[in-house]
């Protein structure tokens, strides 16, 4: 996938770029036939919710699924991430965030690169996440919540004590209440505003590692999957991780993108 100049240019200037059906509803079909025995692994890399029993991720799915491991190499994510980053990267995590029809919970309001800067040492914001919608989203099922242009500030340090998962240490939003305050969020969103994109199945999200973004509960009926693929340029490489491998993962060889067919010639 070639992306155009304006893609980039509002990549740059808004911290994210939506770009509708960039994956067949064929290939998604494929990707989400393989959910159930990803979600039902009981392990150390699925987190369920606090209040229920419903997956709030599955970390690292391509390190044990073929598919997905396919969808990690998948050109129209890495290529998009080269440009986007200019340079080669490689995969400084893999992961699925669920929200399940009526138990999906928050994820407050946060900045993945001051986790990975904190946390595994990752020197400059020179990262995206590269965001596959599995299932439909609309403004029901907790679509993504994004303040456009935050990324402009850079890294933002934490101006509030939260609760952190003492086995993971900090993963970005899996926390009671948010790193900011309210203060800083409503700043933020006064200068920038909110923006949350939505639409079918196999669409998807670039946003930079410095973007403020969240989302809300799920109360719908409508289950809402998506695949985090977090880009990050060769050279940024981590530096002193203090979180498991397969969260913080240290394979640092440029990512060689497969056939754009990968997920449907198995």
Not at 80 to 108: C, M, S
Request: charged share 25%; glycine share 6%; aromatic share 10%.
């Amino acid at each position: 996938m070639e992306l155009s100049i304006e893609q980039i240019n509002e990549f740059n200037e808004n911290g994210l770029l939506f770009v509708e059906n960039l994956f067949s509803k064929d290939e998604i079909s494929e990707l989400k036939n393989r959910l159930p025995d990803i979600m039902n692994e009981r392990s150390e890399k699925v987190l369920r919710e606090r209040s229920s029993d419903s997956v709030r991720s599955a970390i690292a799915p391509h390190l044990s699924d073929e598919l997905f491991r396919r969808l990690s190499l998948h050109p129209r994510l890495v290529e998009p991430a080269r440009t986007l980053l200019g340079g080669e990267v490689y995969l400084h995590q893999f992961k699925i965030n669920a929200k399940e029809a009526h138990d999906g919970e928050i994820w407050h309001w946060h900045q993945d690169y001051r986790t990975w800067y904190e946390d595994d040492g990752m020197p400059e914001p020179t990262v995206l996440n590269a965001t596959v919608f599995l299932d439909d989203v609309n403004e029901f099922n907790g679509p993504m919540m994004f303040v456009p242009g935050s990324h402009r500030d850079g890294r933002i340090d934490s101006d509030q004590t939260f609760e952190r998962v003492p086995e993971y240490g900090r993963l970005s939003a899996d926390a009671v209440g948010s790193p900011y305050t309210n203060e800083t969020i409503n700043g933020l969103i006064e200068k920038n505003g909110i923006v949350a994109p939505k639409g079918v199945a196999g669409s998807a999200i670039f946003f930079h590692g410095c973007t403020i973004h969240g989302s809300a509960p799920n109360m719908s009926p409508w289950g809402r999957a998506m695949v985090f693929s977090s880009l990050n340029r060769v050279e940024n490489f981590i530096r002193n991780p203090t979180r498991p491998d397969f969260l913080a993962l240290q394979d640092f060889t440029p990512l060689i993108s497969l056939d754009d067919n990968c997920l449907t010639t198995l």
